[in-house]
């Protein structure tokens, strides 16, 4: 009986801390890569010219979140609030995302809709 009890408790230990480890790779600080593929991805959504599409927001708010982890830009970061609000909204324009991505257009090198 006191075998179950350490095989479950190293169980349980082990789950735990294979949860914290993960849960802190993949909140650690973004890439210029997934920002730019990130990017890339909401550019190909609005490219299907579709602008109340689900894609364009799931889109939009994988940027949001790539863009508030990137420490290479402080304007990158603080672009995350607008796109969040554009992910959160049942439709857009094409203005508005390129408004919100000009300083992630600029790190990543071509305006958002021009990488098809």
């Known amino acids: 009986m006191n075998r179950r009890k350490i095989s479950s408790r190293w169980m349980v230990g082990t789950t735990v801390v ?56 402080a304007a990158v970061q603080a672009s995350a609030d607008g796109i969040k609000k554009i992910s959160k909204s049942k439709s857009t324009t094409l203005n508005e995302p390129r408004n919100a991505t000009i300083a992630i257009a600029d790190t990543c090198g071509q305006p958002l809709g021009l990488n098809f």
């Open 18 to 73: 294979l949860s914290v480890l993960s849960g802190c790779a993949a909140r650690g600080p973004a890439t210029k890569d997934e920002l730019c593929t990130d990017f890339d991805a909401v550019s190909n959504q609005l490219y299907r010219g579709v602008f109340s599409d689900n894609g364009v927001f799931r889109a939009a708010g994988e940027l949001a979140g790539t863009a508030a982890r990137y420490d290479g830009s």
